[in-house]
């Protein structure tokens, strides 16, 4: 079994490419399993803090997240059948 469950998207704000180009390379490279763990919204408190600390800045926007969510189903849709994949 090949798989990966710790990949973010482009809605993090560090890194690129959609579910879609992600699930795609995963399948061309023999995987079985993968997972989509970006860095959801949090809490507008915490976020509030971002000059205490500076990683906050690599969280999607809470208006983003149901763009997120839909990429992901649109990877399901599109390759399920030839890879398990999951949305965390």
């Not at 997972?35 to 800045?57: F, M, N, T």
């Not at 969280?59 to 849709?77: G, N, V, W």
Request: net charge neutral.
């Amino acid at each position: 079994m090949k798989a990966n469950f710790h990949s973010h998207t482009y809605l993090c704000g560090h890194a690129s490419g959609k579910p879609i180009d992600y699930i795609e390379k995963a399948i061309s490279e023999g995987f079985d399993r993968y997972g989509i763990s970006d860095h959801a919204y949090l809490p507008e408190d915490v976020v509030k803090r971002r000059g205490e600390y500076p990683w906050l800045k690599y969280q999607m926007e809470k208006s983003d997240f149901p763009k997120y969510l839909a990429d992901i189903d649109d990877a399901i849709k599109k390759f399920g059948n030839k890879i398990e994949i999951y949305k965390g």
